[in-house]
T-cell receptor
Framework: DTAVSQTPKYLVTQMGNDKSIKCEQN?????MYWYKQDSKKFLKIMFS???????INETVPNRFSPKSPDKAHLNLHINSLELGDSAVYFC????????????FGSGTQLSVL | QKEVEQNSGPLSVPEGAIASLNCTYS??????FFWYRQYSGKSPELIMS????GDKEDGRFTAQLNKASQYVSLLIRDSQPSDSATYLC????????????FGTGTQLKVEL
């Protein structure tokens, strides 16, 4: 069983479209994250949720909206996609909020044309 | 100044040699430090964590931390071709939410 699963693995779309990426973890973790990795491999946190409560919200455009229906799920919705949004988006989870160990999903390669 | 800095590499070492990966950070109050390994096209995976000054060994991996110099390193002994990957240094910040900041990673190539 995959510990942190995210879908889709690949997402190709046109500028201006709205898209969602889904993430689920079956590890019983309390905290989930979204990270963005750009073409230079720079991995930057976007959001963090602990027990469905937003605890980290980096300076991300408000076109990006995370939603956590329960502590096992953290979805990412992106409105009005732009070329600069092209990147790999990783979902991750951990016990608590102390970053002891992040478990990453396999990533979603988003390409905006 | 970047918060977490690493040489991007590639760092090439022959099989069996020691690979030394370095990382510096700017947040003097940081207490938790991590090394993640990322194979091409895959997700990062944690290989080492270190919280106290000095060395921490786990198999062929040794993490070294010097908080006074704001420096953390990873040594890989007896390097194998399977160690070829990008190694990401991550530092937990002192701001709200225990934010983890990653460096841009060092690409390691272990050559036969």
């Amino acid at each position: 069983d995959t510990a942190v699963s995210q879908t889709p693995k690949y997402l190709v779309t046109q500028m201006g479209n709205d898209k969602s990426i889904k993430c689920e973890q079956n590890l019983g973790h309390d905290t989930m994250y979204w990270y963005k990795q750009d073409s230079k491999k720079f991995l930057k946190i976007m959001f963090s949720y602990n027990n469905k409560e937003l605890i980290i919200n980096e300076t991300v455009p408000n076109r990006f909206s995370p939603k956590s229906p329960d502590k096992a799920h953290l979805n990412l919705h992106i409105n009005s996609l732009e070329l600069g949004d092209s990147a790999v988006y990783f979902c991750a989870s951990s016990y608590g909020t102390d970053n002891e160990k992040l478990f990453f999903g396999s990533g979603t390669q988003l390409s905006v044309l | 100044q970047k918060e977490v800095e690493q040489n991007s590499g590639p760092l090439s070492v022959p099989e069996g040699a020691i690979a030394s990966l370095n990382c510096t950070y700017s947040d003097r109050g940081s207490q938790s430090f991590f090394w993640y390994r990322q194979y091409s096209g895959k997700s990062p995976e944690l290989i080492m964590s270190i919280y106290s000054n000095g060395d921490k060994e786990d198999g062929r991996f040794t993490a070294q931390l010097n908080k006074a110099s704001q420096y953390v390193s990873l040594l890989i002994r007896d390097s194998q071709p399977s160690d070829s990957a990008t190694y990401l240094c991550a530092v937990e910040g002192t701001g709200g939410g225990n934010k983890l900041t990653f460096g841009t990673g060092t690409q390691l190539k272990v050559e036969l």
